[in-house]
């Protein structure tokens, strides 16, 4: 789970305590606006500049309901791709489809991040259907906004916000980039059964 500090009080001052998120509720008092199921690992250069300078990466999205779980899934450089996911994306429009590698994310090792959901969690499986892949920078979205003064003391020093950050259009925005080679949607054949 992410962590917020600096979390508004109903009096307006802010709570200084470090809290991590417990539950996916987006207007959970005790978190950050829409803070929700964020997890990190300490896997380095998987963001920003640093991934960009490894030639970028795959990232894998897991949502499987009945498991319980979400997991993500971070390869950078792209030499670390496991097989199964490289054999995956190579036969992908293969024209037999029988000659189609199916993902099996039990063989990509441990994930980047994994998000437990169901029941006892919390954050109840029933919160994700008719999902949609949004590709968005949110640079001063509600978690990164308001710990820039946190995250960033210099440049929160300079500018004042992360909003004026990104207005002045400084030259750390040169890496600021989607290269999107690819997009793969895969179903379990079951799924495809279930009602919208």
């Known amino acids: 789970w992410d962590t917020a500090v600096g979390v508004p009080k109903k009096n307006g001052d802010l709570d200084m305590t470090v809290r991590e998120a417990t539950d996916c509720y987006v207007y959970d008092p005790h978190q950050w606006l829409n803070q929700g199921c964020v997890a990190m690992s300490d896997q380095e250069g998987s963001i920003g500049e640093p991934l960009n300078k490894k ?3 795959i990232f894998a999205l897991e949502w499987d309901p009945i498991n319980k779980h ?5 390869f950078t450089p792209h030499t670390s791709v496991p097989e199964n996911l490289r054999d995956t994306i190579r036969t992908a429009s293969h024209s037999d489809i029988s000659k189609r590698v199916k993902p099996d994310p039990r063989l990509w090792g441990l994930p980047y991040a994994y998000f437990p959901i169901g029941e006892a969690t919390q954050c109840s499986s029933d919160h994700f259907r008719n999902m ?12 990164a906004g308001n710990r820039f ?3 960033c003391p210099e440049l929160n020093k300079k500018y004042g916000s992360c909003d004026n950050y990104v ?6 925005m040169d890496e600021v980039y989607w290269k999107i080679r690819g997009l793969y949607v895969y179903e379990r054949e079951w799924e495809r059964s279930w009602p919208n």
Request: hydrophobic content about 40%.
């Open 132 to 143: 949609h892949i949004i590709f968005n920078m949110a640079l001063c979205g509600s978690v």
């Open 167 to 172: 207005k002045a259009n400084t030259p750390e």
């Open 70 to 74: 979400m997991s993500s899934f971070a």
């Open 149 to 151: 003064f946190k995250d």
């Open 55 to 57: 030639g970028g990466g």
